[in-house]
């Protein structure tokens, strides 16, 4: 009875005082991603769901483990609970180059904004503030300033794209990302996807 060699138990437990600092190169320490999805969209996404797996199937496409949500408040779940609790405080927010947008995720919803001459990258590496792909710079969130679902500014949970509801948006060039902006649900805009737990090898090599 060979016990404690086969690793530590469920295998992903990150203990902050091994690996992951900042002499390591190719092996960041801990962080979340948050990455565009490729183009822009309207509120009807197929509900939270159907933008949930866009995240999931355009990480996947490009290597990444991690587990990608739709950056929006739903029916069932409010923004700011999309990341695990136990990952809110401790992790910092990166973009697809691993350079820090937010000291970690709670600073999203305190007025935070995004630091300064960092951008937001779709998964396909294109650079969201600057790219035409993206013509209005507003990204959607149904979200109140703290990151609460706003159920009369969801585009009913996603699923209608139609000019006579509205979602609620934020103008990216603000760099914050909860501002309150209402708009049609006909729009076309950002949608960002965000890694919601850390993995210790968050990317295929």
């Known amino acids: 009875g060979l016990k404690g060699e086969k690793g530590e138990p469920g295998g992903g437990y990150y203990d902050p005082r091994y690996g992951g600092g900042a002499g390591s190169p190719g092996r960041p320490g801990p962080q979340l991603h948050l990455i565009a999805l490729n183009s822009p969209q309207k509120g009807g996404m197929r509900g939270i769901s159907g933008a949930d797996f866009l995240c999931f199937s355009q990480a996947q496409?490009?290597?990444?483990?991690?587990?990608?949500?739709?950056?929006?408040?739903?029916?069932?779940?409010?923004?700011?609970?999309?990341?695990?609790?136990?990952?809110?405080?401790?992790?910092?927010?990166?973009?697809?180059?691993?350079?820090?947008l937010f000291d970690n995720w709670n600073r999203i919803f305190s007025d935070s904004r995004m630091r300064d001459n960092v951008s937001i990258y779709s998964f396909d590496g294109k650079d969201v503030l600057q790219d035409d792909t993206w013509p209005e710079k507003m990204m959607w969130h149904g979200s109140t300033s703290r990151g609460q679902r706003d159920v009369d500014n969801y585009c009913e949970a996603w699923r209608v794209g139609d000019r006579a509801l509205t979602g609620m948006a934020s103008p990216l060039h603000s760099r914050s990302l909860l501002q309150q902006s209402s708009s049609s649900c006909s729009s076309s805009y950002v949608v960002l996807c965000v890694e919601n737990s850390y993995i210790s090898d968050g990317r295929q090599r």
């Open 61 to 100: 496409a490009i290597g990444m483990k991690g587990t990608f949500r739709a950056f929006l408040s739903s029916k069932l779940e409010d923004l700011n609970s999309i990341v695990y609790s136990s990952n809110r405080e401790n992790v910092p927010i990166v973009n697809l180059k691993d350079e820090v």
